[in-house]
Each structure stands twice: as C-alpha cells, then as structure tokens.
C-alpha cells in the first residue's frame, strides 16, 4: 500500500519550534519530489516547501529562514524542522507527492501557535 503518513504536530507558543515528519510505504521518497502544504483556518491549501529527487529544496518567503527541509532515505521519511513559529503558522501540515499522475496525501497533522 502506497501511503504518506504525517506527525509531530502540536501546540507550541509563538518562538518556539516543532519537528514534523512525513513517512512513505510503497514509494522511495528520494526519487520523487516531495511537497510540504498547509491550510490555516479559513484558508486555501498553500504549498510552501519542497524537496527535490536531488536533495535540492524550496521555500516560500513566508517560511524561508525559519523552516528547513530534510530527508533520511534510510528511513524513507521527509522532515520539516519549524523555529520561531508564529500565530499565522497555524494550521494543518501536508505531505504530498505525484505517484503515477495521481496526487498523494497523507492525512495531515495541525500545527496551532498559540500563546
């Protein structure tokens, strides 16, 4: 069964920093490009990071400098590592990738910066 499976959310005061974990059963992760989105409250799904098959990463200006991307093929899990979060981060964290032209989700874990 081909499935992405998310973790690591939680409640965190605003500066302070989260780990979140994207892991694969059925694909590779480092042959494909992975996605990081997100849906805050009232809000469109936005993506606003992604890895390369190459290991080469983008962000969004949102989160540049703040959040890093990484990814330990041994255990074929992607992580997000968030510091100095803020208020607006709040929301729902995605992991996805393109598997045989079709969209893979996993099923999100919320992330709520809250003081």
């Known amino acids: 069964q081909v499935q992405l499976v998310e973790s690591g959310g939680g409640l965190v005061q605003p500066g302070g920093s989260l780990r979140l974990s994207c892991t694969a059963s059925?694909?590779?992760?480092?042959?494909?490009?992975m996605h990081w989105y997100r849906q805050g409250p009232e809000k469109q799904r936005e993506l606003f990071a992604n890895?390369?098959?190459?290991?080469?990463?983008y962000y969004l200006d949102s989160v540049k400098g703040r959040f890093t991307l990484s990814r330990d093929n041994a255990k074929n899990t992607m992580y997000l590592q968030m510091n100095d979060l803020k208020p607006e981060d709040t929301a729902v964290y995605y992991c996805?990738?393109?598997?045989?032209?079709?969209?893979?989700w996993g099923q999100g874990t919320q992330v709520t910066v809250s003081s």
């Open positions: 996805n990738t393109v598997w045989r032209a079709r969209n893979l």
């Open positions: 890895i390369l098959s190459d290991g080469v990463t």
């Open positions: 059925g694909i590779n992760i480092s042959e494909y490009t």
